[in-house]
């Protein structure tokens, strides 16, 4: 358990801040994790890692070698708990529910199209993935792949 981070992560939710469960201790320092915002993946069944019941998924972006490792980075003006959208349509369908993810193999199905851009937003098929206060990017990665 030494390399996973057990966050308590706010996404806007009645019930408080989610237990999230991430590997992130050996690429990012411990006072980088506090208090930044981040992009879930909230609609994923709960799962046990290492006896802790993680409630979704920090998305990152790594290379290739998978040993540069770095959170998906909202803009500063993005509201706490917004859903990202993909291009210029905001508007979305109802988030499909962690059973149907699990049972259609969603996220194995979209997970390989997000990729970083050479002017490291994040992207799914070449749309950038936006918030209300602009583009999601990653502070050096281009050409990455994002899960």
């Known amino acids: 358990a030494d390399n996973l981070y057990v966050e308590q992560v706010d996404v806007s939710e009645p019930e408080g801040p989610r237990t999230i469960v991430s590997g992130l201790v050996k690429f990012v320092p411990l006072e980088d ?3 930044r915002k981040v992009v879930v993946l909230c609609n994923l069944k709960p799962r046990n890692m290492r006896g802790i019941k993680s409630h979704g998924m920090l998305l990152c972006a790594s290379n290739d070698a998978h040993d540069v490792v770095e959170p998906l980075d909202p803009p500063a003006e993005a509201a706490v708990g917004e859903r990202v959208w993909f291009g210029s349509e905001q508007l979305q369908p109802a988030p499909a529910e962690p059973n149907r993810v699990q049972k259609k193999k ?8 997000l990729k970083t851009s050479a002017g490291r937003v994040a992207g ?4 950038p993935m ?3 206060g602009g583009a999601v990017t990653v502070s050096s990665l281009t050409a990455a792949n994002i899960a």
Request: hydrophobic residues 40%.
């Open 130 to 132: 936006m918030t209300s």
């Open 106 to 113: 969603l996220w194995e199905a979209v997970q390989p199209n």
């Open 124 to 127: 799914y098929n070449g749309q």
């Open 33 to 35: 994790m506090i208090n």
